[in-house]
């Protein structure tokens, strides 16, 4: 049976519904090994008790009201700002090469395709504008990139007089010239035998680039690369 609540729409609450429909069996205590559906069954009523706004009436006041309201422009949709300070830039830049570093390690497979774009989504890290341009800055000093590009879309929406605009920041390097990472001078490369076929593979980059997205914070890789295996008996390196 549903209760009726003196909802602003004058229609059902999901968690009394859910109050309604979930039971606790009479016998559970009496039964061996019913520790995990009785956890169940708790978890199911704190959720049904607390998970509302009921347990928080300064919050449902203002919630309810049509009168009080936050301009998302200028509380929302400003992006936090961490501490700029040096060590922060070495712990998540330090995250970051480590992550690149696997990924491409994980990615440069035979038998794959050799392009890794943003579709593949290959995320190493999350940060600011700021941090963003201190990485790059870094990157850039060591070995200067073959590109900068920078794309501003605005995000589909159904209100086309007030888009949300998402802006993305590419850097480029080309020819096998790639900046090394915090941990490692020449990390590009991968070489390693197949148990299976007892094949040796190597993989190497072509092209490597590090991409940031301003609106999720997102800064991902995307990368080309070449993969070959020995042949014993010519004795030469084959591309597949």
Avoid at 5 to 33: A, Y
Wanted: aromatic share 14%.
């Amino acid at each position: 049976q549903l209760h009726q609540r003196n909802l602003p729409h004058g229609g059902f609450h999901l968690f009394d519904m859910l109050k309604s429909e979930v039971k606790q069996p009479d016998s559970l205590s009496d039964q061996p090994g019913c520790g995990f559906e009785k956890d169940i069954y708790a978890d199911t009523a704190a959720i049904v008790d607390n998970h509302t706004l009921r347990a928080f009436p300064k919050v449902k006041t203002f919630f309810d009201n049509p009168t009080s309201f936050l301009d998302y422009k200028t509380c929302v949709y400003p992006k936090v700002e961490d501490c700029h300070d040096e060590d922060s830039y070495v712990k998540l830049f330090r995250q970051m090469d480590r992550r690149i570093e696997r990924l491409a390690v994980l990615r440069m497979q035979p038998y794959y395709k050799k392009e890794i774009t943003g579709r593949n989504r290959c995320i190493v890290g999350v940060c600011d504008l700021t941090e963003w341009e201190e990485y790059v800055r870094r990157k850039a000093a060591l070995v200067q990139p073959s590109v900068f590009r920078r794309v501003k879309v605005k995000l589909p929406s159904f209100d086309d007089t007030d888009r949300l605009v998402k802006t993305t920041h590419k850097v480029e390097w080309n020819d096998g010239v790639i900046p090394p990472l915090s941990h490692k001078l020449v990390w590009w490369w991968f070489k390693w035998r197949d148990p299976d076929c007892e094949v040796v593979f190597r993989s190497f980059m072509k092209t490597f680039i590090l991409s940031y997205n301003s609106f999720l914070d997102t800064v991902s890789i995307e990368f080309e690369y070449r993969t070959h295996f020995y042949d014993p008996e010519s004795r030469i390196w084959r591309t597949i």
